[in-house]
Structure formats: C-alpha cells, structure tokens
C-alpha cells in the first residue's frame, strides 16, 4: 500500500496522475500546507525538507517501509517499482535528461512565476518578468523538442510527460492575462491537449475533493507557505 501525502498544487497532482495510471492501491494523507501541516514532526519524519508530495511504499525494498519525497523521485520510484512508465533501457539518458529539466527549471520557475504575481505583497516589474520570461524560455524549449513527436521520450506516454503535465496544467495561473498562454507554444498545446485527455487524469484531477482544504491566504497561510520569510522562532 502506498500512503500518499497530498495538496492540491503541481507537484502532488503529477503523483496522483502516476498513481491513477499505474493502478496502484494507495492512501491518501490530505497536508494542508495552509494550515502548516508540512511542519509538524510526523511530516518532517517521511520529508525533512517540509514539503509535499511525499509517499511511505508499506512493501518497499527487502519488504521494509520506505519513505520517497520530491515529485520528481516519486515518479521515478513509482516507475521502477512497477515497470511503468519509464520507456526502455535506450530511453533512459533521454528520460533523466527531460525528468531534471522539468523538475530543476520549468518547475521552479513556474513557481516563482507564481508567487511573485499572485503571492507576492509587491508586484516587483523586475521579479515578474524574469520569472515570466524564464517559463517562456523553458516552453520554448519544450515545443521545439515536441515537433513531431507525440510525447516528450520515446513512443509511448512517460513519467516525462506526466512531470511536464503537472506545471502546464497552470499555465494559466503562471503566465495570467493571457487569453491562452500555449497558443504561441503549438506543439506544446497539442502535446498538452492529448496528455490531458487520458482517462488517468480525470480520476487524478478527483483525488482529495472530498477533503476542505483551507483557501484563505491569511497571516497563517503566509507563514506557513513561506516561512522563511520570518525570523526563526527563539
């Protein structure tokens, strides 16, 4: 069985996705990050760095528990494990290459993306449109790579794909005013438009909706989500 620490944001909604397409049996753990759940010590224990996702595999290696935090090493895991959704021994260098561009760059940037122009208390012209411009770059890069291919490594639907589908089903929150942020990305948007489509993703889309998450973004929510903006507690 897998316990399956969720938020409804990217980075956990790729491992819901992977879950739902590789049939797993798996239990999900609402976290409600608004809330500061990811700093409690029971979290910390399965993630030191306070962040979800993060899965404990109860049949891990040699049979024992094991804990796998960061999407990225989840996907993989999860792949491994079951044999799924990690192409062949060919595709590999191809597979870690696009798995670390998404997961150090598009990611990140998204994120920032994000902050700076919906969490932000100063809309910084200058934060902005770095972080804008970089998203942009890191579309760019992945539209010209999709030409004439149906999915991001090899022939078949990969963990690539469903790493990239994470962030790019927020397109609209990260680059917001656009009246569709892919159109200038055709490859990107068509690619998108298929992955987005597959039955996994419904059911995907459906993990935690019976669960009240907190949407608020008070004085808790900001210490919670960004605690480093704030002293450290003597």
């Given at each position: 069985m897998i316990r399956f620490y969720f938020h409804p944001t990217p980075n956990p909604a790729k491992v819901a996705l992977m879950l739902e397409e590789i049939g797993l049996p798996y239990e999900v753990v609402p976290v409600d990050t608004s809330k500061g759940e990811q700093h409690r010590p029971a979290f910390r224990a399965i993630n030191p760095n306070g962040k979800v996702p993060a899965i404990v595999d109860t049949e891990g290696p040699g049979g024992k528990e094991a804990r796998v935090f960061d999407s990225s090493a989840i996907l993989f895991y999860l792949g491994d494990k079951t044999g799924?959704?990690?192409g062949s021994p060919v595709d590999r260098p191809e597979l870690l290459s696009w798995l670390f561009f998404i997961s150090s760059g598009l990611g990140p940037f998204s994120g920032q993306a994000v902050h700076f122009q919906h969490a932000?208390?100063?809309k910084l012209p200058y934060a902005v449109n770095r972080y804008r411009r970089e998203v942009e770059r890191h579309y760019e890069v992945l539209d010209r790579h999709l030409n004439r291919r149906d999915?991001?490594?090899?022939?078949?639907?990969s963990i690539a794909d469903i790493s990239a589908w994470?962030?790019?089903?927020?397109?609209?929150?990260?680059?917001?005013?656009e009246?569709?942020?892919l159109a200038a990305f055709p490859n990107l948007e068509r690619w998108f438009r298929a992955a987005d489509a597959r039955p996994a993703v419904a059911r995907a889309r459906a993990v935690g909706k019976e669960h009240a998450f907190k949407k608020e973004m008070d004085e808790e929510t900001r210490r919670s989500l960004f605690p480093s903006n704030y002293p450290k507690a003597s």
């Open positions: 799924r959704l990690i932000a208390p100063e999915f991001i490594v090899g022939t078949e639907f994470g962030w790019l089903d927020r397109a609209g929150r990260v680059l917001p005013g009246t569709s942020p």
